[in-house]
């Protein structure tokens, strides 16, 4: 088992930023480099049951949500979105503050 854990870190270990930043990209003149959030993840197991027989399994994934690009054009590099992109990313966030915020309003109350 502890094999597999030591091939998967050697396969991901390079990974980082290429999941974060695209390669460049020209189009119609304007270098483009995509932007996204990228994360993944990796477990395995193994046991034995009642009897004494011994199994083991492993599993993993990733997801990648495109969160927009960096475009540039005659010398003016900006950041333009992809809204759907930020709106995955912002949900959570912004569920969790209000969750917080609510929380210590009521402790505030008290």
């Given at each position: 088992m502890a094999e597999l854990v030591l091939e998967l870190a050697e396969t991901v270990a390079g990974v980082g930023v290429k999941t974060s930043y695209g390669e460049i990209l020209?189009?119609?003149?304007?270098?483009?480099?995509?932007?996204?959030?990228?994360?993944?993840?990796?477990?395995a197991g193994s046991g034995s049951d009642a009897q004494g027989d011994e199994g083991g399994g492993g599993g993993g994934g990733g997801v990648s949500i495109p969160?927009?690009?960096?475009?540039?054009?005659?010398?003016?590099?900006?950041?333009?979105?992809?809204?759907?992109?930020?709106?995955?990313?912002?949900?959570?966030?912004?569920?969790?503050?209000?969750?917080?915020?609510?929380?210590?309003?009521?402790?505030l109350k008290r």
């Open positions: 020209d189009i119609d003149g304007a270098k483009v480099v995509p932007v996204a959030l990228g994360y993944y993840g990796f477990g969160l927009g690009a960096y475009v540039g054009r005659g010398g003016d590099v900006r950041f333009e979105p992809n809204l759907i992109g930020l709106l995955l990313v912002a949900t959570p966030l912004v569920w969790v503050t209000g969750k917080a915020l609510r929380m210590v309003i009521r402790a």
